[in-house]
């Protein structure tokens, strides 16, 4: 039963392989839990999934776990109702956790400047990693379809790069000059300095074996570049996207535009931006104005 949820969720919802697997955690903690219990997943109460959710409270899971938990549960039974298997879904009337509105911590202007002034190197790799951070700021994509990029995904040209976002659907993402030059630095020859002649690889961006480079490697990358460069803000890929986003939003970007930048389905996901946004007005305020805080 299992399996076929997560076949449905793979070929009719076309998540990625990393979604997949947190759906699959998931349920594999639920199930777990009711066959410790003695029951039934198929005829589980409304009650006893409220009991399922206090439980994983009292294991110290945040109210951010508790809901994603929640959220593929919901996913689950929506998917058994849609099949017949059964009648309704224990998930009705259960509201989702309210969850905390922490706004993501960014990058200032003179912090992205310092990051990008750092690389002064001009080895392959030195290279490599300019054009990686170049185009990641440049372009607000998520660090895994800034991995997933093949050499065939960049129209340098004409400025943009072809990304595959989540649920597959793909998205145009125009990019600066700036990131243009880094990326055409890397082609130029730091490319082909990292391939291995027993490897064929379309992957833009490649590690020191001429494979694709991992989600792990850029990590060490940018932590290794973040010191180097004097920061000490913790700076992760995801930072540089929130980053990208509400610099957008602070020099006058319209919400939409944003939103379809980022790839984000809702817009409510990307509204969370104009509030850093008004922060850091009211930052200025409050630092600028002579008579904006009693002294």
């Not at 076309?14 to 979604?19: P, V």
């Amino acid at each position: 039963m299992l399996a076929d949820f997560l076949n449905y969720l793979l070929i009719d919802r076309t998540l990625s392989a990393n979604t997949i697997k947190s759906y699959e955690f998931d349920m594999q903690s639920f199930l777990s839990f009711l066959t410790e219990r003695k029951q039934d997943v198929m005829t589980v109460s409304r009650a006893e999934l409220q009991h399922y959710l206090a439980h994983l409270y009292d294991l110290g899971f945040a109210t951010t776990t508790v809901s994603r938990h929640l959220s593929t549960i919901r996913a689950f039974y929506d998917y058994l109702v849609r099949e017949g298997d059964v009648l309704s879904s224990p998930c009705e009337l259960i509201e989702s956790p309210k969850l905390p509105k922490n706004l993501p911590t960014v990058l200032s202007l003179a912090e992205v400047t310092k990051l990008m002034d750092s690389f002064t190197g001009e080895t392959p790799n030195d290279v490599r990693n300019k054009a990686m951070i170049e185009l990641l700021y440049a372009s607000g994509m998520r660090v895994s379809e800034l991995l997933d990029l093949d050499v065939a995904d960049l129209y340098l040209e004409m400025g943009f790069v072809r990304c595959m976002g989540k649920g597959s659907k793909e998205r145009i993402v125009p990019i600066g000059d700036l990131a243009v030059a880094a990326l055409e630095s890397y082609l130029l020859g730091s490319r082909q300095k990292l391939l291995k002649p027993d490897k064929k690889t379309e992957a833009l961006f490649l590690n020191r074996l001429g494979g694709r480079m991992s989600r792990q490697g850029f990590w060490k990358i940018l932590k290794q570049q973040t010191r180097l460069a004097g920061i000490t803000k913790e700076i992760s890929p995801h930072k540089l996207r929130h980053s990208f986003a509400t610099h957008l939003i602070e020099n006058g970007a319209d919400l939409r535009i944003v939103q379809e930048l980022l790839g984000h389905a809702d817009i409510s996901t990307t509204q969370i931006y104009t509030h850093i946004s008004r922060s850091h007005l009211q930052k200025v305020i409050d630092d600028a104005h002579p008579r904006a805080k009693q002294k």
